[in-house]
């Protein structure tokens, strides 16, 4: 009988690394959206072998929660996790919150304004709000998601935490940060950057010709936990305007973190 228990004892263990290991498959191919990722990127980010990642990619095509591409052989997230999401519509506390400062922000600056949430490793885009001046960076898609440290957010969220707790979580992501033409030691300057501006600015944005300003919000726990960032063309973020625009978004982020308690009930 104790034979019997002490073999019993690993499964549970065995059983959680591999949903860990699937759900890590998915995050990658998350991030990949309709165009989806070559399983040679999802090899290389997970740092999983090829034939364990193959296998993980095979039973989650089975159960309808990865496609794969005739065409191109990528993989992407399947059709049934969107109809898994259905079974939760309510909108997070951030989002309700932040949304009328989204909206005056993006008056007031005239510019495109994202926010940005932490999920784990990754940054997820939730909303996005359209400015009034005639040319319109509109770099991310509500949806996108990335890894943190490769977007103006992503690095702005990582300033606001401990430099021990955003470098493991850099040192995490590492793998996957060559798809994104970025490395360990830049991510890394551009934290330490953000963390003496109080910012983060970003004189290269992901469109050619833009730059992007994030400014990071916290949650009623202090934990870092989204990002607010302005993207617009290069002329539209001189020195001066830089400083102006910081302002106004970080008076938004200390608005939004103000409202979360009420906006969550408490």
């Known amino acids: 009988m104790t034979d019997g228990r002490r073999r019993d004892r690993p499964e549970p263990q065995q059983g959680g690394q591999a949903i860990r290991r699937a759900l890590t498959v998915l995050r990658i191919l998350a991030a990949g959206r309709e165009t989806g990722v070559p399983l040679s990127e999802v090899v290389r980010a997970t740092s999983l072998t090829r034939p364990t990642v193959h296998r993980i990619a095979q039973v989650l095509i089975e159960e309808g929660i990865v496609e794969r591409s005739a065409q191109t052989g990528r993989y992407a997230i399947g059709r049934q996790v969107a109809e898994l999401a259905l079974a939760r519509q309510s909108r997070s506390p951030l989002l309700v919150a932040a949304e009328p400062y989204l909206a005056r922000a993006s008056a007031q600056l005239g510019d495109t304004l994202f926010l940005t949430v932490r999920t784990g490793l990754d940054t997820l885009c939730v909303a996005r709000r359209i400015g009034s001046y005639p040319i319109q960076v509109l770099s991310i898609e509500v949806g996108a998601r990335r890894p943190l440290g490769v977007s103006s957010a992503g690095v702005a969220i990582l300033a606001a935490m401990s ?3 955003a470098r493991g979580i850099v040192l995490a992501n590492e793998a996957r940060f060559m798809a994104y033409r970025t490395d360990l030691p830049t991510v890394l ?5 953000a963390r003496r501006r109080g910012y983060n600015l970003r004189d290269v944005g992901l469109v ?3 730059k992007s300003l994030s400014a990071w919000i916290r949650s ?4 870092p936990a989204a990002a ?3 993207s617009a063309v290069r002329n539209r973020l001189s020195p001066r305007r830089a400083v102006e625009v910081s302002d106004v978004l970080i008076a938004a982020a200390r608005e939004i973190e103000r409202t979360i308690p009420h906006a969550s009930g408490s």
């Open 208 to 210: 050619q010709g833009t």
């Open 163 to 165: 430099a021990p707790e």
């Open 189 to 193: 300057g551009q934290i330490r950057l």
């Open 228 to 230: 607010i960032t302005l």
């Open 220 to 223: 009623p726990d202090g934990q």
